[in-house]
Nanobody
Framework: VQLQASGGGLVQAGGSLRLSCAASGLTFRINYMGWFRQAPGKEREFVAAMTWRTYATYYADSVKGRFTISRDNARNVVYLQVGSLKPEDTALYYC??????????????????WGQGTLVTVSS
C-alpha cells in the first residue's frame, strides 16, 4: 500500500483546509485509515480514523466538531476536512493505514503504512 498526502498550507485562525490522502496498491487489505499530526517539539498524536469498508469514524476530543474524515470510494482517497483552525493545530499531518487484522486505530504503532507528512500552519 502506498499513501500520498497533500493539501497542507498556511491559513489564518478560524480558516479551513482539506487534506487528501491517496491510497494505491493493495488497498483491499486496508482495514483502517487514520490521520495523525506532530507539532514542533511534541510527539505524534492521533487525530481521526475511519474503517475502510464500513465508514465508521473516530476523532480525538481536541478536534471533534471541527475536523471531518471522509472517503471517496471510487478514487481511494481519504480526506480530512480541518476547520475552525487554531494556532495549536499547526503540525505536520500524516495519513496512515492498518492492513493487519488486529490493532487499535488510536495507536500509531498499529499502523503499518504511512504517507509523507503535509504541513498545516495556522497563523493567529
Amino acid at each position: 500500500v502506498q499513501l500520498q498526502a497533500s493539501g497542507g498550507g498556511l491559513v489564518q485562525a478560524g480558516g479551513s483546509l482539506r487534506l487528501s490522502c491517496a491510497a494505491s496498491g493493495l488497498t483491499f487489505r486496508i482495514n483502517y485509515m487514520g490521520w495523525f499530526r506532530q507539532a514542533p517539539g511534541k510527539e505524534r498524536e492521533f487525530v481521526a480514523a475511519m474503517t475502510w469498508r464500513t465508514y465508521a469514524t473516530y476523532y480525538a476530543d481536541s478536534v471533534k466538531g471541527r475536523f471531518t474524515i471522509s472517503r471517496d470510494n471510487a478514487r481511494n482517497v481519504v480526506y480530512l476536512q480541518v476547520g475552525s483552525l487554531k494556532p495549536e493545530d499547526t503540525a505536520l499531518y500524516y495519513c496512515a493505514a492498518i492492513t493487519t487484522d488486529s490493532g487499535n486505530y488510536y495507536f500509531e504503532h498499529s499502523y503499518n503504512y504511512w504517507g509523507q507528512g503535509t504541513l498545516v500552519t495556522v497563523s493567529s
